[in-house]
């Protein structure tokens, strides 16, 4: 069974689009997070989730909107797309708030062209 | 900003020989967490250090924490093919377990 899932894995997409990443956790955990890795390898927290809470709301564009259902999903959905937006986005979640390491889903490489 | 600096940023070394690779931050930390990401894959955790920790091990895994310097290492001993990965430190510094990451450390083990 996979611990964090994310769908899809690749997503290429057109200017002015929108588009949602979803994630899954089947771990029980409390907090989950959306991280964006750039070309660079650097990753960057954009958001946190716990117990369907918002906690974490990095400086991001508000075409950035998270939505977690539930507990165990936190999905991504994105307005207007842009070049730079492109991207690998990962899903993470955590036991508690920073106490315990996390868990990262495998990625979602988003290409705006 | 970024909170984390690694060094060096790649090392390349002969599977058996160790890789050490060091992490500098800026602010006072609650834990410090060291993950490795294969090419085009996730991050996976390795080790946790708490801030009232000095030294951890896991398998052939040793990781050092120097509060007073900002510093932490990552020793892999014995350093297998399948060790080859970016390896990334992170810091949490707040209450809401923000990760806040390093660049990485690009190691490459050659059979």
């Known amino acids: 069974d996979t611990a964090v899932s994310q769908t899809p894995k690749y997503l290429v997409t057109q200017m002015g689009n929108d588009k949602s990443i979803k994630c899954e956790q089947n771990l029980g955990h409390d907090t989950m997070y959306w991280y964006k890795q750039d070309s660079k390898k650097f990753l960057k927290i954009m958001f946190s989730?716990?117990?369907?809470?918002?906690?974490i709301n990095e400086t991001v564009p508000n075409r950035f909107s998270p939505k977690s259902p539930d507990k165990a999903h936190l999905n991504l959905h994105i307005n207007s797309l842009e070049l730079g937006d492109s991207a690998v986005y990962f899903c993470?979640?955590?036991?508690?708030?920073?106490?315990?390491?996390?868990?990262f889903g495998s990625g979602t490489r988003l290409t705006v062209v | 900003s970024q909170q984390g600096e690694e060094d060096p940023q790649a090392l390349s070394i002969q599977e058996g020989e160790n890789a050490t690779m060091n992490c500098s931050y800026k602010?006072?930390?609650?834990?410090l967490q060291w993950y490795r990401q294969n090419s085009g894959r996730g991050l996976v955790h390795l080790i946790l250090?708490?801030?009232?920790?000095r030294e951890k091990h896991s398998g052939r895994l040793r990781v050092t924490l120097d509060t007073s310097k900002k510093s932490s290492s990552l020793l892999i001993t014995a350093s297998r093919a399948a060790d080859t990965a970016s390896y990334f430190c992170a810091t949490v510094t707040d209450s809401w377990g923000k990760l806040q990451f390093g660049a990485g450390t690009q190691v490459v083990v050659t059979p």
């Open positions: 989730y716990n117990n369907k809470e918002l906690i």
């Open positions: 993470a979640s955590s036991r508690d708030t920073g106490i315990y390491g996390y868990t």
């Open positions: 602010t006072s930390i609650n834990n």
């Open positions: 250090i708490r801030s009232n920790e």
